[in-house]
């Protein structure tokens, strides 16, 4: 959401766009998209950037503890 985020100006259009909720026993993921990439697509694409973040971290982590 950095593009959405504090400062941008549009965090109000985005309010409660993501939403935690305790469900017992269970964990229930849902989102909407704009229709610009298919459900699968949009889940996919997120997948990828949150991989390319994790991989970024762990490189620069092992960087920083050599």
């Known amino acids: 959401l950095h593009q959405v985020g504090e400062g ?3 965090e109000t259009a985005f309010d409660d766009a993501i939403t935690l909720e305790t ?3 269970s964990y229930i993921f849902s989102y909407e998209t704009d229709g610009s990439l298919s459900p699968v697509d ?5 997948l990828d950037e949150l ?3 994790f991989n970024n971290l762990s490189e ?3 960087s920083a503890l050599a």
């Open 51 to 53: 991989k390319n973040r």
């Open 8 to 10: 941008t100006g549009r």
């Open 23 to 25: 469900v017992d026993g």
């Open 60 to 62: 620069d982590l092992t």
């Open 42 to 46: 949009a889940f996919n694409a997120a």
